[in-house]
């Protein structure tokens, strides 16, 4: 297993689309997330992002909080989320890109919390809440210590914002869709082809593009209008929840090849 950044530049190379799924550590239970990750490895995920559950997830729809406070009330906590990934991270081929709120970093300490992730076979980090100005602190020892801190741009960003953002981020950037929460949607936002190509014109880093792609048919729009991954998390989320784990596994499974099918071609 690669660095994110490898591993886009390697799909990109080959002209191919990265999908990267996203799912909630801990719902319904930790064995269900070890099992899902190695699921969605073996059906077509390129990158896997795995969600630390939050008390307060301010840029989570109503889908992913629901999971978030399903998990925090089994009990998960970060020790575990790690655990679990430390267990299966070896028998993957897609890059683990963990998705936390600042607050844990914090708790834990910059470096302290880097270096434990990476222990463990974390290869990449999203911390949604940490805005640009404050993000030196954690860019400089993440990139020594090996992990990719992607950032992300919004449809409401001044080009200038856009422009720093793709100077600082790492593995790839990611593209936000709409204005507001993640969550599941009919139609993705019309600016994203705007986006894609300015984000062109201001770096050759990979970009993908998130927040409220559910469907197959939206995925291969975005691929068609240039992204180089689509990400997609309320929907495997939502399906991951949906009747007992069993059927759970099965239904992301379906849905997970595909998505990969629809921007493969």
Known sequence: MGSV?????ALRDRGQCALIPFITAGDPDLETTAKALQLLDQNGADLIELGVPYSDPLADGPVIQA???RALQNGTRLEQVLDVVKSVSPTLKAPIILFTYYNPILN??????LQQIAEVGVKGLVVPD??????EGLLKPAAEIGIDVTLLVAPTSPKARIE????????????VSV?????IRTQVGARVQDLLTELRG?????????????????AKQVREWGADAVIVGSAFVKRLAEGDPTQGLQA???????????ITD
């Open 252 to 262: 992301i499974e379906t849905f997970c090849r595909s998505l990969k099918m629809a």
């Open 179 to 183: 204005t507001g929460v993640t969550g």
């Open 67 to 69: 999971a978030a406070t």
């Open 202 to 218: 201001i770096t050759d880093k990979p970009v993908g593009v998130g927040f409220g792609i559910s469907q197959p048919g939206q």
């Open 108 to 113: 834990r300490g910059i470096e302290t919390f």
């Open 130 to 135: 940490l805005p640009l100005e404050e993000i």
């Open 164 to 175: 720093a953002i793709a100077a600082n981020s790492q593995g790839f950037i990611y593209l």
């Open 5 to 9: 950044f490898q591993c886009m530049d």
